[in-house]
């Protein structure tokens, strides 16, 4: 806990300090001969020969309340994927089911503010694959990452968070309920982040090499191209972990992202099950045999007569604005505007920014 408390020390300087001593005590209670000879700053070897006790009172104080657990890089349970990235935290404060971290996992990730397709995709991916007993991984943050939390809650299968702040606080606040229902329905929230720590722009990109390094594959349902999703997808290729991608429109800047990671060798899928089948020989033993699920273009059962199709034919896959779905129907605009909205409510069309609408798939 000290270690973990000293500040500038880092994870690669803790394995340093501990590859010197296998009696963390020694150093502690005579560090001057071992600080010699190590690589460290003046102001880290400063630190720890006056290490912060109250601090580490705190953290040992969070560890005595329920379902809070530490794992070092040194314990059975520390994950086997992640202990073989080239940067492994040197502790995960983990919240919950700390063996989750050893389940074959899928991390989906995206931007924090997705269309509404984008949002329904991902939490509908993560419902399959949860279903089929992989455990999803994400960062907690809104938008994807949060639709593909709910996504895997719904199908009561497990799910990861993995944060950029102590496990004693919850970023963004709006997902307190997420939080707390991940942990509740037996899924875990983790950080390498003591208790206390608070939300700061360098501790995501740290957050993203744990989430891909987690997992045996990172999904980006909707990105642009200056995203830190595309971080994570970067972190999981030079992990050695495979990168998927689902394309979207080209008129839509979220789908930029995903096209470049495709360009540069992530696999398109459509599916989940195009995922399941990708990795199915590490996930054979966790694979229900649930029929091809075409997520989320499976045809519809629901009937809708012949002027409702008439206008569906008028809105593509592609945003169109309501003047444009007016003047190709011969439409009144008070029929649109009332055909549209019982459209949107059966899941047949899905609003864009600018008064805009565009077709789900679903029909």
């Not at 690589?39 to 880290?44: A, D, I, N, Q």
């Amino acid at each position: 806990m000290a270690l973990l408390r000293t500040p500038g020390l880092g994870s690669r300087g803790i394995y340093q300090l501990l590859e010197q001593t296998q009696d963390i005590s020694a150093l502690f209670g005579n560090p001057s001969r071992i600080l010699e000879g190590l690589t460290l700053k003046p102001k880290v070897k400063e630190q720890l020969r006056q290490p912060n006790w109250a601090l580490v009172e705190q953290d040992l104080a969070w560890l005595e309340q329920p379902d809070n657990h530490l794992i070092t890089l040194q314990d059975p349970e520390y994950p086997a994927l992640l202990r073989e990235t080239a940067d492994p935290p040197a502790a995960l404060f983990v919240h919950g089911d700390p063996s989750l971290l050893a389940l074959p996992q899928i991390a989906i990730v995206g931007s924090r503010n997705p269309t509404t397709s984008g949002k329904k995709t991902a939490k509908e991916f993560a419902r399959h694959l949860a279903s089929a007993g992989i455990t999803i991984t994400s960062g907690l943050a809104v938008g994807i990452d949060g639709a593909s939390h709910q996504g895997a809650l719904e199908a009561h299968g497990s799910t990861i968070a993995v944060t950029g702040t102590g496990l004693d606080r919850v970023y963004p606040a709006s997902h307190h309920a997420l939080a707390k229902q991940i942990a509740q329905q037996g899924g875990a929230l983790i950080s390498e982040f003591p208790p206390g720590t608070p939300a700061r722009a360098g501790h995501f990109p740290r957050r993203n090499r744990i989430i891909s390094g987690l997992s045996l594959g990172t999904l980006v349902v909707e990105a642009a191209v200056q995203s830190g999703s595309l971080i994570t997808a970067r972190q999981a290729t030079e992990q050695g972990r495979e990168v998927f991608a689902i394309p979207g429109s080209i008129h839509n800047p979220l789908a930029r992202g995903c096209h470049a990671i495709i360009r540069q060798g992530a696999k398109l899928v459509e599916t989940a099950q195009d995922i399941i089948e990708e990795l199915g020989p590490l996930l054979h033993t966790l694979i229900s045999e649930e029929p091809r699920t075409e997520i989320p273009n499976s045809e519809s059962h629901l009937e809708i007569d012949a002027e409702y199709r008439q206008l569906l034919e008028t809105i593509g896959y592609d945003p169109v604005s309501i003047d444009e779905i007016i003047a190709q129907s011969g439409l009144t605009a008070e029929a649109v505007s009332s055909m549209l909205l019982l459209l949107e409510l059966e899941g047949f069309v899905s609003p864009a920014p600018g008064g805009c609408f565009s077709r789900t798939g679903k029909a």
